[in-house]
C-alpha cells in the first residue's frame, strides 16, 4: 500500500523560506512521476512543479527560479525548496505520485497516489 505524509509545512514572512518533505512508503520512485500540487480555498489543485524518475524536472511558471523540487539519495523522500516566497503561494501543498511518466498540464488524473496536506501560510 502506498502512502505519502507531507511535512515541513508552516508560517513564514514574505521573502522567507521553507522546505516540504514528502516520505514515501510503498512507493518507489525510480517508478515515474512525482509531484507538489498547491490548492487554496474554492479553487482546484494546482500542479506547482513536478520530476521524472530519469530527474527531469517541471515547474509552473509562477514558482520558476523559487522553486526547487528534489529526490532524496534514500530514494523515498521527496522536497520541495520554496524561496522568496510571497502571499500568494499560501496554500495547502501535496505530494502526489504517479504509475505513469511526467506529462506537462496533465494535471490531478496523472497521478494516482496523495498525500494529506500540508499548510503554508506566507503573510506580507
Known amino acids: 500500500q502506498v502512502q505519502l505524509a507531507e511535512s515541513g509545512g508552516g508560517s513564514v514572512q514574505a521573502g522567507g523560506s521553507l522546505r516540504l518533505s514528502c516520505a514515501a512508503s510503498?512507493?518507489?520512485?525510480?517508478?515515474?512521476?512525482m509531484a507538489w500540487f498547491r490548492q487554496t480555498p474554492g479553487n482546484e489543485r494546482e500542479e506547482v512543479a513536478a520530476?521524472?524518475?530519469?530527474?527531469?524536472?517541471i515547474y509552473a511558471d509562477s514558482v520558476k527560479g523559487r522553486f526547487t523540487i528534489s529526490k532524496g539519495s534514500d530514494k523515498s523522500t521527496l522536497y520541495l525548496q520554496m524561496n522568496s516566497l510571497k502571499p500568494e503561494d499560501t496554500a495547502v501543498y501535496y505530494c502526489?505520485?504517479?504509475?505513469?511518466?511526467?506529462?506537462?498540464?496533465?494535471?490531478?488524473?496523472?497521478?494516482?497516489?496523495w498525500g494529506q496536506g500540508t499548510q503554508v501560510t506566507v503573510s506580507s
Open positions: 502526489a505520485a504517479s504509475n505513469k511518466y511526467c506529462q506537462e498540464g496533465a494535471g490531478e488524473d496523472l497521478y494516482n497516489y
Open positions: 510503498g512507493y518507489s520512485y525510480s517508478r515515474h512521476c
Open positions: 520530476v521524472d524518475s530519469d530527474g527531469v524536472t
